[in-house]
């Protein structure tokens, strides 16, 4: 193998997907480097289709196993017997956090990386989300606004195959939509009933990554129509959601232009003092320990937040002694992640004759109404929600009480149709919350550990009590009973929209990436997954990361070759 490139391309999710889709139609020679095993799509799905008793323990992990385990990654919704190769081994990866101030880093090494577990929720940020941070004095200016990304929107939703309504909201820009999928019969009434005696909130169907009418060009990648399985974790062989195997990888590999490799862990950034450039990527094998090196022109990093956060910092010289392109001294401060489990849940009293058809892998979403276009006292920015209703199915025998032909009978007929509703709510951008390498514990590979702190200020928890108390007066609205609120404060990191600790800025004393997710530093180290973002907004930020990653490669390849790099 060669190891001179035109690009080197770290990480294999979303962005690094992206990423080398993007470099390789332009022309370029690229390496993916990533540092989990090798993924085959539809073959590596094991758990794929398989009923409860076809799993060990009908799909569950044994208590002690998770705990010794998967102590961080059991919080996460999608963890089980059929995914678990999907999650990384929190034993054998560490990192340090504290109990008043904890984090749960959720991960997937592996090609493909956590774009084979994401929810699949996509939204455009609005005009105001890029505002923001100049108006209420949180955080540092985005370098950009709307219409600067909106082209990039329209372009890999597209290509990745977003379904969706068009609603012509102000604070969630339309975009590029397959047909949406449909509402059930109790999701249409709670929506009339809420617009209704809400005038300021609209509830529509979750705008999704699956693809409910293929294009010629999902066809040609070999992607096919979403089956309502709702198993979308355990990997989806029609390629029906989009993740990098199912889409960008196919993209890439029939360019001729990529190689790949696997179980190949990036340990820093090499740089050259005398040309200000960063050449190449220390590269440590996490099967034999073998340590080498790869060259290129230009480097992408797209290691997750934290991953690439982590090599970053990890990549010292004599000009940059606390990490590359950390002139500012902001490389690892401003971490955010999105606030959520806050909610409330009911009983919907009608429709006892209707029953919803397929597994349909989305929700409902009403989106941010609180200081959209009048200003709330309490709380600075807003939320949206996610939910939906349903019919719990047999699998309700495991909290009802009795045994035998009583507990059959009952399950014979579906349970009354319930309905929830969660918010999910912008983390200002905080230099407290913040991480760093630890100065003496190291992993297997001799790479310094990451400690991690971060914490919900005032604002935060102001916003989950509001949450809480608007989704109760929605139900209660729409004839619900049995209303029943839920604030579990859930720790940061939990919902895995982690970001923020690499920021674009205007100012090079301020941030570390500048418009194109370049570093001020270094001309040809572009940084694109979550820590680029210099807020958080509440909508779900991969559809953000796409749009940056595909606008930031096609600028680097203009810049390459125009001789600016």
Known sequence: MSTDFDAIVVGSGISGGWAIKELTERGLKVLLVERGPNTTHGQDYIGEGKAPWELPYHGSIPEDVLNQEYAIQQQCYALDDATKQFFVNDRKHPYITKKDKPFSWIRGYQLGGRSLLWYRQSYRWSEMDFKSNKQDGHGVDWPIRYKDIAPWYDHVEKFAGISGSKEGLEQLPDGQFLPPMEMNCVEIEVKKQIEQQFPDRTMIIGRCAHLTE??????????????????????????????????????????????????????????????????GVRIINAKTNVRSQVNARIIFLCASTLGSTQIMLNSKSERFPNGIAN???????????????????????????????????????????????????????????????????WKRAKTLKGIGLDLKEQLRHPGPWTFSLGGFGEMLPDERNRVWLDNKLKDKWGIPILNIECKLRENELEMLKVMAEDAKEMLEASGMKNVKTYNNSAPPGLAIHEMGTARMGHDPTTSVLNKYNQAHDIPNLFVTDGSCMSSSACQNPSLTYMALTARAAANAVEMLQEGRL
């Open 327 to 393: 002139s500012s001294g902001y490389l690892g401060l401003n971490l955010m992640d999105h606030i959520f489990e806050s909610g409330a849940n009911a009983e919907y009293p009608g429709f006892k004759d209707k029953y919803f058809k397929g597994r349909r892998p989305n929700g409902i979403y009403i989106p941010r109404y609180h200081n959209v276009t009048s200003k709330d006292n309490r709380f600075l920015r807003g939320f949206g929600f996610q939910g939906g209703g349903k019919r719990p199915s």
């Open 214 to 279: 293929p294009t010629k060009e999902h066809l040609e990648l070999g992607r096919g129509q979403c089956q309502s399985r709702d198993q979308c974790e355990r990997g989806c062989s029609f390629g029906a959601y989009f993740s990098t195997l199912s889409a960008t990888l196919p993209a890439a590999r029939r360019t001729n232009n990529l190689t790949i490799l696997t179980d190949s862990i990036a340990h820093s950034i090499v740089y050259d003092e005398g040309t200000n450039k960063a050449t």
